[in-house]
């Protein structure tokens, strides 16, 4: 029982109070501020992804190895920070929300590093490798202090699976879609910065090494970089606001509020206990690793392997794909169900990445191919987010709690865990078969080991993708069965709450049933009284 100077729940108790079941579904605002503030992760992440190895190489001219240094020693400081997040994220909560607080605090930082990463300081080679290996940290840190919060937020939309799967598809097309943003900003940041032969320095050279310039003469190649950088900032801050003013947090009344403050080894015990989370992140892993060394080499293949200069026109092409194709998928699993979506998206993809092992120098097929692969692509991005809900719905079933931070932390390290082992195992490769930094011809090893790099690898991440995707148990079906189970709890949760508060208020009430007041001395029942039981007793009567 409350203490007589404790607020009522009509006051909004944080310890008793919970949320009344909403009317109507998530406003399409609400979605579309959701979602625009996912943009910033892939704007930012996908720019590095596509490009920092081709700027690390040729622009900041430094070694294959110290690529990979730097890309492997940032996954395995991941490694550390993504689960720390998750715990604080999920045992944090203020006054000004459980989300949002990350969200605003972490993006001037995120921003700042993001900028300064694309920036080429004046030191040695070992200089460079420090100050690479530092930037990049940060950048992935704050990243994760903004990404995995946001990503949580999707539990805090709604209680309904409907809205959440409608928000994330929102996501999901914003995501695409800032990742073509980010992509075209950086090349017309580069093809704006001086004349459209800066992209390939080789040309209209007969060396086999790119030109070495004074340094007044290489600023606008740096300065292009910047340019991109301080742009793509820029829209990271007004994604921001949207999501922080157009959106709202909302608890959801199945939840039991001691269970979700337990310690962060058990937490950890009961998610990694839980099958079908760990069935789906195995999938999810390798359906990242092979979109993520596909699009980490691609650039890479198409000026070294078929010896394409205007890469950046197959890769608008493939984003512009998979950003139109996102709604005809999203149809497609509403009819037919998620698990059966993302198979058959996988397996439309094997045999498209197959065949760039394959490919000539051909225009039409290089795009062709970019446009075909963009519409399987877009499976991938979709369905696993769309899927990660269920899995906590079924935790929460199961154990009365959610932990979505803890869902949410692995959920996004395994994403970057797959950036960092794609870059850095490919720029070991290219180490190993002699890619010379800064050569405008390659050895004939390095096509083929890009070749092999595109085709052979995320092929063979699809197919053990497949294998775990085919013992994932929840389906449709169950996912019904998960809704009615919840929608029950939280009856039930909100039956309690109502009868304990009304047997709470009314002890503490003058009033008695059957007796009268002095009439000399009335004390009006208090507003939350009338509240309570009238709900309890008689809905259409507002008093006692």
């Not at 992804?49 to 110290?66: C, G, K, M, N, W």
């Not at 993006?107 to 930037?135: C, H, Q, T």
């Not at 800066?198 to 606008?220: A, K, V, W």
């Not at 991109?228 to 820029?234: H, R």
Request: hydrophobic letters at 45%; aromatic letters at 12%; charged letters at 15%.
């Amino acid at each position: 029982m409350a203490d007589q100077g404790e607020k009522t729940p009509l006051l909004g108790s944080a310890e008793t109070y919970s949320s009344p079941p909403r009317e109507g579904y998530l406003s399409r605002k609400e979605k579309i501020c959701y979602a625009v503030g996912g943009m910033p992760y892939p704007m930012t992440a996908n720019v590095v992804a596509f490009f920092i190895a081709v700027f690390l190489l040729d622009v900041a001219q430094i070694r294959p190895i110290y690529v990979s240094i730097i890309v492997f020693s940032g996954k395995a400081w991941d490694a550390i920070t993504d689960p720390t997040i998750g715990l604080l994220v999920q045992r944090i909560d203020t006054r000004f929300g459980k989300i949002k607080p990350w969200v605003v605090l972490s993006m001037p930082f995120a921003v700042l590093s993001y900028f300064f990463l694309w920036y080429v300081p004046d030191i040695d080679a070992n200089g460079k490798l420090g100050y690479y290996f530092v930037l990049y940290c940060a950048y992935m840190t704050f990243l994760t202090c903004y990404h995995l919060p946001y990503s949580a937020l999707t539990m805090y939309l709604s209680d309904q699976q409907i809205d959440r799967d409608s928000a994330t598809a929102y996501r999901m097309t914003c995501e695409v879609l800032g990742t073509v943003i980010g992509i075209l900003v950086h090349a017309l940041c580069l093809t704006a910065s001086s004349s459209f032969d800066f992209l390939d320095p080789c040309i209209g050279t007969n060396s086999t090494l790119m030109p070495t310039y004074p340094p007044e003469e290489r600023d606008p190649v740096e300065l292009a970089y910047l340019l991109s950088a301080g742009t793509l900032s820029i829209l990271f801050f007004i994604c921001c606001m949207f999501v922080t003013i157009g959106t709202s947090e909302r608890k959801d009344d199945a939840l039991d509020s001691k269970k979700e403050q337990e310690e962060f080894c058990r937490s950890l015990k009961d998610v990694f206990t839980h099958g079908p989370y760990i069935l789906l992140l195995l999938c999810f892993l390798c359906v990242s690793l092979s979109l993520q060394i596909v699009q980490g080499n691609l650039a890479l293949y198409l000026l070294h392997a078929l010896h394409y200069d205007n890469y950046q026109i197959a890769l608008a092409l493939l984003l512009v794909s998979t950003l139109l194709c996102l709604p005809l998928w999203q149809m497609v699993m509403n009819r037919i169900g998620k698990k059966r979506t993302l198979g058959i998206g996988m397996i439309i993809e094997i045999p498209i990445l197959g065949s760039l092992y394959f490919v000539q120098s051909n225009p039409i097929a290089v795009y062709s191919l970019s446009i075909i692969s963009g519409a399987a692509i877009s499976v991938a991005y979709l369905c696993p987010w769309s899927m990660i809900p269920d899995v906590i719905d079924d935790f929460t079933v199961k154990t009365g709690t959610r932990k979505e931070a803890i869902f949410y932390s692995f959920y996004v390290f395994f994403t970057k865990l797959a950036v960092g082992v794609t870059l850095g195992a490919s720029a070991l490769v290219l180490e190993l078969v002699g890619y010379e930094s800064g050569a405008c011809e390659q050895p004939e090893s390095v096509a083929m080991a890009l070749r092999i790099l595109v085709s052979a690898a995320p092929v063979g991440f699809l197919l053990i993708g497949l294998l775990f995707l085919w013992f994932y148990p929840i389906t449709e079906l169950r996912r019904s069965e998960t809704r009615t189970k919840l929608e029950d709890m939280r009856e039930r949760k909100r039956s309690s709450y109502v009868l304990s508060s009304s047997s709470s208020l009314l002890a503490k009430s003058p009033v008695a049933f059957g007796k009268e007041a002095d009439s000399n001395n009335v004390e009006r029942t208090p507003s939350s009284v009338k509240f309570m039981i009238s709900e309890e007793y008689d809905e259409n009567d507002s008093t006692i």
